[in-house]
């Protein structure tokens, strides 16, 4: 090896974290960090295709968002854990792509501990699968954001048609992932995304981004008739919460862009009947920022106009319920309008 290389493969072989190991390679030479980043990113793709680092296994190619990531695995075990993570996103091709994926990610077992890592660097190592898998799929879907050119990015899920989609921001916690697998039940729906929602920059549609969902256990008995699989799956903890990950049919994934049909903001309440009560366009983009929301820069008064434009044309409403087939029952009347 040359004498760059030696000393990265030294400081693997004495136990620092490769996530460390760049700014070790910048100080030492005088390079900026970026720079180290990139050889050290570089020299350990060399050393996995001589098989000098890294276990064998296999590779398995996805998409998501319209980018590619591949997954090395070490063995059927973790494969099988992980393939509830991204198995819907897989390219079904019978050969390997002939292009490099945008990301690589790697799956390894070293001793009692599996590490993750990303594009060959380290980012998290643990004993616990449960922490591997809720890490690959953050990362997964932060692929997508990376990779799309996306105008607005807000906190929300997305179910459509092939005419389009309804739109529901909303923070953390209320309830989206419950309403959208419930809504998926119904077969001739299709799943977009259910975490972030990325709205492409010129036509304003919501770009699948389809992650696995997260159930947690509060919404079990909820979703018990719609979705009859969902008792049989492994409980997981994420988060200090048990869970179960779900995803529809791969026949359900939105397979492009889908326009927005309407944007509803849905919250539980206590009241007996459901509320479906139109907003104005000012208090809808007040609150898909307040989901939170992101507008990417530059942000120019052409921005401002077409953000405008497109909140006068879609309709926004409150959804207030409180049994969920009744606001599901509303959501799908107003995809199937």
Same mark, same amino acid.
């Given at each position: ?13 004495? =136990? ?64 099988? @854990? ?56 953050? @990362? ?13 990015? $807000? ?18 916690? *209320?309830?989206?992932?419950?309403? $959208?697998?419930? !809504? ?19 036509? !304003? ?5 389809? =992650?696995? /969902? ?16 969902? =008792? ?7 988060? =200090?919460? #048990? ?14 862009? /889908?326009?927005?049909? *309407? ?15 139109? !907003? *104005? ?5 007040? #609150? ?35 049994? /969920? ?13």
């Amino acid at each position: 090896m040359n004498e760059t290389a030696r000393f990265m493969w030294e400081q693997r072989e004495n =136990g620092i974290n490769d996530t460390n190991i760049p700014a070790l390679v910048a100080e030492r030479y005088g390079i900026s960090i970026r720079q180290a980043e990139i050889d050290f990113r570089n020299t350990l793709r060399q050393w996995r295709v001589e098989g000098l680092v890294g276990p064998a296994g296999s590779r398995h190619h996805y998409q998501i968002g319209g980018a590619s990531f591949s997954v090395d695995l070490p063995d059927h075990a973790i494969a099988r @854990e992980l393939a509830v993570i991204v198995e819907h996103l897989e390219l079904r091709s019978t050969s390997d792509p002939q292009e490099s994926p945008e990301r690589q990610f790697a799956v390894e077992v070293e001793g009692s501990q599996i590490v993750l890592r990303m594009d060959g660097l380290e980012v998290l190592c643990s004993e616990a699968i449960d922490e591997i898998m809720e890490r690959l799929a953050e @990362e997964v879907v932060m692929h997508a954001y990376k990779a799309v050119d996306w105008l607005v990015s $807000t906190h929300a899920a997305a179910i459509g048609t092939e005419d389009g989609c309804v739109l529901m921001p909303g923070a953390s916690g *209320a309830g989206k992932s419950t309403l $959208t697998a419930c !809504l998926l039940a119904r077969p001739h729906l299709r799943y977009v995304t259910e975490d972030i929602a990325l709205l492409d920059r010129q036509s !304003l549609s919501v770009v699948p981004v389809p =992650g696995v /969902l997260v159930l947690k256990k509060g919404s079990w008995k909820l979703l018990d008739k719609a979705l009859q699989d969902l =008792g049989s799956r492994p409980t997981y903890q994420r988060r =200090g919460q #048990q869970v179960r990950y779900w995803v529809p049919p791969r026949g359900q994934i939105a397979p492009a862009p /889908l326009s927005v049909k *309407a944007v509803v903001f849905p919250r539980r309440s206590d009241q007996a009947s459901v509320m479906l009560t139109p !907003l *104005a366009p000012s208090e809808g983009l007040n #609150q898909i920022v307040a989901a939170p929301a992101t507008v990417h820069p530059p942000i120019t008064a052409e921005t401002v106009d077409s953000l405008v434009q497109w909140a006068r044309v879609v309709p926004f409403y409150s959804l207030a319920y409180d049994r /969920l087939e009744d606001a599901v029952s509303k959501l799908a009347a107003l995809l199937d309008t």
